[in-house]
C-alpha cells in the first residue's frame, strides 16, 4: 500500500540505494581485499571440526615438539598436542569473543551519544563527565585492572570491554549529532509535531551510525589484540580452551628450536587485523557521502 503511493521518480531513487551501495562495494579493492581474507579465516574457524587432524587438547606423547609431518602438518607442541588444530579452534575462540566484546559498548555508547548530542545541556554535561573519566585511565591499564577484579577468563573480558570500551562510540557519535540536530530537515520534524524518539530513530541515527559502523571493524582488531595479550598474560581464555595469545606465550620457551610455535598465531593475529582494518577503511570509503 505504502508503495502505491509513491511517484515513479521516488520508486527510481528507493531502488537505486541499495545497488548504489553495492556498486560502490564491488568496486573498492581495499574492501574486496578485507572480505576476502576475514572471510577465508572465518570459513576455516568454522570448518575447524573438519579441518583439523585431531583435537585440539589431544596429545600424541610420541611426538613431543615434532616437526611439519603428515600427521600433524604445523608440528606439535610441547605436550604433543596438534598446532594446526590448535590454531584452527583458536580462531574459534579468539574471532567469537572479538566479535561479542563489542556489542555492548556499540549498542551503549551510540545510545548515549546520540541522547547527549540531541538533548545537550545536562544530560550531555553528565555523559561527557563520565566519559573523560573513563578515558582518563589508560586504556589498556583499565582493562587489565577491571579482569584481576572480575577475574580471568572471557566473562572478565567481556565486563572489563563494556566498562571501557563504550566511550569511544559515544563520542564519535555525539559529534555527529550535534551537527544532525542543526539539520533543516531535524527541524522541519520538529515543526510538524513529530516526537523525539521517532526524530532520534529515523531522521538522526541513519545519519550518524555510518561512523560507529566503521569503527566496530577497528575495534573488533582491537579487542582481539587485547585478548591475545591478556592470553599471553595468563588473564584471557583459560586453558585447556587454546587461544592464540596461549599459544604465543607457551612457544616463547623453545624459540631457539620450534620458533613456529609462536610465530604462526602472530601470523594469524597479524592476518586477521589487517582483514578486519581493510574492511573497516572500505565501509568507510563505501559508505562516504558523495
Known amino acids: 500500500m505504502s508503495g502505491a503511493l509513491l511517484t515513479a521518480p521516488q520508486l527510481e531513487l528507493e531502488g537505486a540505494r541499495m545497488p548504489s551501495f553495492w556498486r560502490r562495494a564491488r568496486r573498492s579493492p581495499t574492501l574486496l581485499a578485507g572480505c576476502t581474507i ?8 568454522i570448518l575447524a571440526p573438519i579441518l583439523s587432524p585431531d583435537r585440539p587438547d ?21 605436550l604433543g598436542r596438534d598446532e594446526l588444530s590448535r590454531l584452527l579452534y583458536a ?21 548515549m551519544g546520540t541522547v547527549a548530542g540531541y538533548y ?14 573513563v578515558i582518563a585511565f589508560p586504556f589498556y591499564v583499565l582493562v587489565i585492572g577491571l579482569v584481576f577484579v572480575v577475574g580471568p577468563g572471557e566473562r572478565g573480558i567481556y565486563v572489563a570491554f563494556a566498562v571501557a570500551d563504550w566511550v569511544v562510540y ?8 550535534l551537527i544532525v540536530r542543526e539539520a533543516d530537515y531535524v527541524a522541519a520534524a520538529r515543526t510538524g509535531g ?10 538522526v541515527l541513519p545519519n550518524t551510525i555510518t561512523q560507529a559502523i566503521v569503527y566496530v571493524m577497528n575495534d573488533i582488531v582491537l579487542v582481539i589484540v587485547a585478548v591475545v595479550t591478556l592470553g599471553y598474560l595468563g588473564l584471557g581464555v583459560q586453558p585447556p580452551t587454546p587461544d592464540w595469545g596461549a599459544m604465543i606465550s607457551d612457544g616463547q620457551e623453545f624459540l631457539t628450536t620450534r620458533w613456529t610455535l609462536s610465530t604462526i598465531p602472530g601470523i594469524a593475529v597479524v592476518l586477521t587485523g ?9 565501509l568507510a570509503d563505501v559508505l562516504r557521502p558523495r
Not at 61 to 76: A, D, K
Not at 120 to 133: E, N, P, Y
Open 120 to 133: 545537550g545541556g545536562l544530560v550531555d554535561s553528565i555523559v561527557m563527565r563520565v566519559v573523560d573519566v
Open 91 to 111: 580462531a574459534r575462540t579468539d574471532l567469537k569473543v572479538g566479535a561479542l566484546a563489542v556489542v555492548f559498548p556499540f549498542c551503549f555508547g551510540t545510545l
Open 194 to 203: 513529530i516526537g523525539d524518539l521517532r526524530i532520534l530513530a529515523r531522521h
Open 58 to 78: 589431544q596429545q600424541d606423547l610420541f611426538h613431543i615438539l615434532s616437526g611439519f609431518t603428515w600427521q600433524h602438518p604445523l608440528g606439535t607442541d610441547e
Open 274 to 282: 589487517l582483514g578486519l582494518s581493510l574492511i573497516g577503511d572500505g
Open 38 to 45: 576475514t572471510g577465508l579465516i572465518v570459513l576455516a574457524a
Open 170 to 177: 559515544a563520542r564519535t557519535i555525539r559529534a555527529s549529532t
